[in-house]
């Protein structure tokens, strides 16, 4: 009877039979290499590994004790598994006896990973506490996320000079060396908030409030990004965190909660406002503004968005991004100039806001011209069915050069 | 909206049981009541005209979806005009209670605590909210526009009471009456909470009024900011 597990000369001819592929090889090795290399980049701002805050400062110390951890052993695995399959592999030799039952071995081998774990878990529960602490909140703001951008409204704090909610998106403003806490929530599908240099992610979902601790070491913008799957631009769904200094975190307030100045009568901005009366103000709120009759204007983007709500476009100059930051509302050379700002010098330049020789005209009139050609969203109308009639993201509103050269005008004096 | 979530799941399969409960009790009645020579031709009746259906539906896929798609249509519709007529949803009576058949002996008691915005109290005659994250009691909480908040209302008094919102003011489209519209939690006993969920598509500066909320028979009002 021939047995079937001596086919060995069969095998020969196979492995023989098997070209070795050097270009393969290479290649595999490049992408290896270039892999390793990402690791040297400088212009990275969402490095995990260089936190910017106490909380991200925790993560950061975790890593240096579990990834060496881990890496070691995580070799030791591969080399061992490397050893063993070289040194037994099958090469038509009988096959061993085999033995069952070594305690000393299975003691040491279920003792040592315990151990190894046990350290590990210490050190990653205390971390997850501490990092859970909301007892010590000194500010608190509310996050929402939705296709796909992040608004942010900070509720009456008279301690930080907010005597009424400030709204805005895009960029969260807060003050330095603050614990701010993050009452995250989503108005749609389920989004995840992140800003690597100052703490972890955690997940937005529709009828929940979770709790996100940020805290920022010194002044400057820290860039983030959506990490949970959220449909067609979940990839361009960012954010930015904004750390000012307390003095010009409560000049930020005092801007936010002036009253809304219309633009000049006969100017072109106020042309402008007459086509955001038209168009825009069927989604979003420039909270102030009022129509020639004196009644307040009210968007409804209740009606409009599947989500029920449309950044609120009150003080708009004063951020650097628009479009759920996937633009820059600065020309590079400006954003470059806030970006790199010294901490002491960082307030000044954003608080300056955007004004008409820094403006990013480009990717604002290409966004006001048609945003679904330039960002991808579910706003074709005649596939809304699904929505009942309501956009996830922009519609392109077919608005000619010169209405467009008016809306800018107009943008331009949110400030 | 607490309903849909937390009830809407149980819904279907409960009245699946009940449905084929129900089947299997009239057979057993059917089968009981009728003589042994009878029974056994009225199941060959009933029989053929379960196998005739069954083998339209899978021969002939334009009957397969008719009845389906009359059910889904018809459920379409119900839902579309609950959903209409927001006057329904939101306002209930909110004054003293006067129906004798509430629940009065409800446990009253709360499991949704990882999903409130803000817990309004109700002691020692007065009424004031906490919100997480700001240490002490506030008289104004912040609502994002359109999206569901659930709001705490938890009674330390020795009295019954329950929390009211006030969402402003509609006309009511048949009669043009101006009615207020408010929404609000039963009557709660002492160390009892009930639980409000909201959702409020306009901001404040659309209302003239605001929106606030407060306990009747207790001092003190929360004003709603919704920005």
């Known amino acids: 009877m021939t047995n079937p597990t001596d086919n060995t000369a069969g095998k020969k001819q196979d492995m023989k039979s098997t070209p070795r592929n050097p270009r393969r090889a290479l290649a595999g090795m490049v992408a290896g290499s270039g892999l390793l290399l990402t690791g040297c980049a400088t212009n990275a701002p969402q490095d995990i590994f260089q936190p910017k805050g106490p909380n991200a400062h925790d993560i950061n110390q975790l890593q240096k004790l579990v990834f060496p951890i881990a890496g070691i052993v995580g070799v030791i695995v591969l080399a061992l598994a490397t050893y063993i399959f070289l040194k037994f592999r099958d090469r038509g030799q009988a096959i061993p006896s085999q033995a069952h039952g070594r305690p000393i071995v299975e003691i040491t081998l279920t003792v040592v990973p315990a151990l190894i774990l046990s350290v590990v878990g210490v050190f990653t529960f205390r971390t997850i506490f501490d990092l859970a602490e909301t007892q010590d909140t000194e500010m608190v703001i509310n996050v929402t996320g939705q296709q796909w951008w992040w608004e942010y409204d900070y509720p009456v704090q008279e301690d930080f000079g907010i005597n009424q909610p400030i709204i805005t998106s895009g960029q969260l403003v807060m003050p330095v060396g603050t614990k701010v806490l993050l009452r995250e929530t989503s108005r749609d599908v389920i989004h995840s908030y992140w800003i690597p240099a100052l703490n972890g992610k955690k997940d937005a979902v529709p009828g929940r409030i979770n709790l996100l601790r940020l805290e920022a070491d010194k002044p400057g913008i820290y860039a983030g990004q959506c990490t949970e799957f959220c449909g067609l631009s979940h990839a361009n769904m960012r954010m930015e965190a904004v750390a000012l200094s307390k003095e010009d975190f409560a000049k930020w307030v005092a801007n936010q909660q002036k009253p809304y100045a219309a633009p000049a009568a006969g100017t072109l901005a106020a042309e402008g406002e007459q086509v955001f009366l038209n168009q825009c103000v069927r989604c979003h709120q420039v909270n102030g503004q009022k129509r020639a009759d004196g009644t307040a204007v009210i968007a409804a983007p209740d009606e409009n968005v599947y989500s029920g709500a449309a950044p609120n476009l009150s003080h708009l100059m004063t951020r650097n991004t628009f479009a759920g930051a996937m633009f820059d509302l600065l020309r590079p050379a400006c954003r470059k100039d806030v970006w790199s700002a010294k901490p002491e010098e960082f307030g000044a330049k954003y608080l300056a806001g955007v004004s008409e020789d820094c403006l990013n005209a480009t990717d604002l009139r290409a966004w006001l011209r048609n945003a679904p050609a330039v960002k991808p969203m579910y706003a074709d109308p005649t596939k809304l069915g699904p929505t009942d009639g309501k956009y996830r993201g922009m519609p392109a509103l077919g608005l000619s050069e010169t209405d467009i050269d008016k809306l800018v005008a107009y943008l331009l004096t949110l400030k | ?227």
Request: glycine letters at 6%.
């Open chain 2, 1 to 227: 909206m607490v309903r849909t979530r937390s009830v809407g799941p149980l819904e279907y399969p409960a009245a699946s049981a009940v449905a084929l409960g129900a089947v299997a009790y009239l057979f057993s009645r059917v089968m009981l009541n009728v003589s042994k020579s009878a029974g056994a031709a009225l199941f060959i009746v009933i029989a053929s005209v379960v196998v005739s259906v069954a083998f339209l539906a899978a021969y002939r896929p334009s009957f397969r979806g008719r009845p389906l798609v009359a059910v889904l249509a018809l459920r379409a519709q119900l839902a579309k005009y609950s959903k209409e007529d927001p006057y329904s949803i939101t306002h209930r009576e909110c004054g003293p209670e006067e129906s004798e058949h509430y629940d009065h002996h409800a446990g009253n008691a709360v499991n949704l605590r990882a999903n409130v915005l803000a817990t309004v109290f109700v002691k020692d005659g007065k009424a004031y909210a906490e919100l997480i994250g700001i240490k002490k009691p506030v008289n104004s909480i912040t609502i994002a526009r359109s999206n569901d908040v659930n709001i705490l209302f938890r009674n330390l008094d020795e009295k019954e009471h329950r929390m009211v919102i006030h969402l402003g003011e509609k006309a009511v489209a048949e009669t043009g009456v101006v009615e207020k519209l408010e929404n609000c939690t039963q009557l709660a006993g002492k160390n009892q909470e009930q639980l409000l969920t909201v959702n409020i598509k306009k901001p404040t500066i659309a209302m003239k009024d605001g929106y606030k909320i407060e306990v009747p028979g207790a001092e003190g009002e929360i004003e709603v900011i919704v920005p």
